[in-house]
Each structure stands twice: as structure tokens, then as C-alpha cells.
């Protein structure tokens, strides 16, 4: 727990989410918290930068409207209280470093913590504290959202470095190509990190069976590009033998786009009931949308929160070996088996795709579905061959 004095406070329930309390206030440099955790926030603090230089001098200069100039510092806490009598809040941060602590604006706290010393006594400074407390407070995605140009200069980087040639390469032959972002302000509709999004998906390296799932994909682009970074130095890198399946997996995600709807439909049939699938929250209807990479015609635009945890569960299917992955049996066959059963136990979970999409336990099922699937076409191929020998 950490309490300390603050000089105002204000709070807003989020309008779409009322599990959601966003508490504004604005803290003396002089009473904030030295040892606040930054593990939560996808980048850690580099202090020689010039923007973090320019920070600094911020900081240590006298002038005094810092909390009208700095955005402030964005924390995600498991509770917060402030009491009237004393001026003091207590910030309750649950010691989950992975969850709770600085989610933005950790440049901006390392420079007040270790520089703010250098100030006169008589100055008082004030930097304003956005503190996010949600029961089922999706962090990964909050994060993402709020370190976006920290990660698309990331992604330029690399992109100077040519460590993205992997994945040009792989869908050099394919319609799509031309149209993939793979540097900053680049005016093309695929940013690269919607492709690592779908072989994150299928990262049988990290993911090798159903006792984890790989729900940053629907998430946290963030996560999904850092995991892409820190595996390209490795010489087990997953993603070398990934990319190599990059015209599959899209294949792949954009046929269950395309039949999704159809799918849903048929398990209502079956229920007896009439499936309207355009009336569902997540979806929107008029035969003018187009799948994400290859445009082709759809009637519908579906979240990616009903689609990822579908496409995810054919991980069951790749198999991780020495040089390559490779598929034990087609996806897009086992799609025409399995998928009615996947669609149906999806959307039998929840219909809200926010939910769907960071539900752990809705991946790793949807992961076994087509697991059975895999071991009943093996036990079929070995009887066939049995029989052959006979």
C-alpha cells in the first residue's frame, strides 16, 4: 500500500464500462512515491535520450507549470481511497507488478524521482497521476493502447535494421504485399503488426499445448511485437520457422472471417432457434465490408475478439520441429469439420467480444475442440494404414 499526500482529487466512472474508475490528481513532486513498480509498462525508461534530457531540464527548471506542459503519469491500481481530512490517498497496487503500477509516463516519473532533489526547497511542483482501478481491468490492452508512438518507433527501428525482411519475403507472392506498413507514417492499410499478430497466435514455442494461451494477440499489440523483437536473436527463433506459414495463417484467418457468420447460423439451426448474427454486439452488417488482408467481399465486419480465439485454437495442429513448423493436417479442412463446434461454443461462452477475446479459458477450449479433432483424424490415418498392411 502506498499513501502519500496529494492536492486534489476527481473521478469519473468510464461511460462504456462502469466496473471502470478513472481517479484524476495532481501530487507535489516532494510526496511522490519513490518505488512505484514500471514492470507493467512494455517499455522500460531510457534517461539518455534527448527526449528524456528535455524531461529532466523540465523537471529541475523553477518555472512551476509542469502539470499544465507534462501529460502526466497513467497508473492501473487494484483500489484507491482518498481522505478529505488529510489530504492523503492510499493507492493499493496488490504487489502484481504484472498488472498494477506505471502503465505511461515512466520517463516521466524516473525523471521527477531521481532529479526532483535538484529543485530549491521553497519551489512546489505538481505532476498529475490518471490511476485506472477495474475489477476486470484489461491491462494488456490499456497498455498498448497508451504506448503507441513508443511502439511504432520501435517498429521503425527494426525496419532500419531490415529485421522485418523474414516476413516480406513470406508474403512477397501474395495480393497483399505492396500494402504492409512497415515504417513510421507509412499510408498503407496493414500495419506489420497485424501479421506477427496472427503467427503470435500460433506460437508453438511459447505455447505448445493448452495449459497457456496467447491471448496478448487480441490484446496487446505491444507484447506481440516485444515477444517478435526478443526472439530475433535467438537461435531457436519461432518466427523464422513462423513466417514461413504467414500465407496460410491468412488464408486460414480470413476463411473463418468469411464463414463465420454461416457457421453461427447453422448451430442455431440446429438449437431450433433463428440465429441473427448482424444484431450481435461486435458485429456490423451490409455486404459492403472487405477481409482484412486479401479484400475480399463479406457481408459482415466481425471483431477480432470472436475471430482470434477461433483462428488460435488450429495451434493444436502445427508442430514444432528442428528447422520448420509444420501442419499435421490441412487447417482449412479441419475448419470445415470443426467449425460449427468452435463458432457455437464461442459465442455459447459470451456475446460480448471484449470478453470473448482476453477469456483464457474460451482459447484454451476452443484449443482442445480442435485438439480432439487432430487425434481422431490420426487414429483414422493409423487404422487406414493398418489396414493397408493387411
Known sequence: MNTFKVKAVRSVT????????????????????????LEVNPRKPKMNTSVAKQLIAAVINPDTDFDINNRGIVITAKD????????????????DSTR???????????????????????????????????????????????????????????????????????????????????KDNDNKRIPVVELIKLMFAFNVKKYPDDSGAPVAAYSGKAVVFKDYKNEYEEEDNVYKKLVQQLPKLVELYEKIQEELPS??????????KTGKFGALRGVEGNGTYTTQFNQKPIQYEISIGFLLPIFGAFRALLLNKDETVEWTFDPIEVWDKVGIRLVQNTFDTDTNPQQIGKSKILWQSNYRIVDSVRKDLLLERFEKYMKAQS
Not at 468510464?14 to 513498480?37: A, Q
Not at 532533489?117 to 519551489?123: A, G, Q, R, S, V
Not at 457457421?263 to 431450433?272: A, P, T
Open 14 to 37: 468510464s461511460p462504456s464500462n462502469e466496473e471502470v474508475t478513472i481517479y484524476y490528481t495532481w501530487v507535489n513532486f516532494k510526496d511522490l512515491p519513490c518505488e512505484l513498480p
Open 80 to 95: 484507491f481511497k482518498f481522505h478529505t481530512n488529510t489530504s492523503t490517498v492510499d493507492l493499493d497496487l496488490d504487489d
Open 100 to 182: 498494477y503500477g506505471i502503465l505511461d509516463g515512466g520517463h516521466t516519473y524516473t525523471a521527477i524521482i531521481e532529479n526532483r532533489d535538484k529543485l530549491p526547497e521553497n519551489i512546489d511542483k505538481y505532476v498529475k497521476l490518471e490511476i485506472v482501478v477495474g475489477v476486470n481491468l484489461d491491462v494488456l490492452a490499456l497498455a498498448d493502447a497508451r504506448n503507441t508512438s513508443a511502439q511504432v518507433s520501435d517498429i521503425a527501428l527494426f525496419e532500419l535494421d531490415s529485421k522485418f525482411d523474414l516476413i516480406k519475403d513470406a508474403v512477397s507472392g501474395e495480393g497483399y504485399n505492396d500494402e504492409v506498413a512497415y
Open 263 to 272: 457457421k453461427y447460423q447453422e448451430f442455431k439451426r440446429e438449437e431450433g
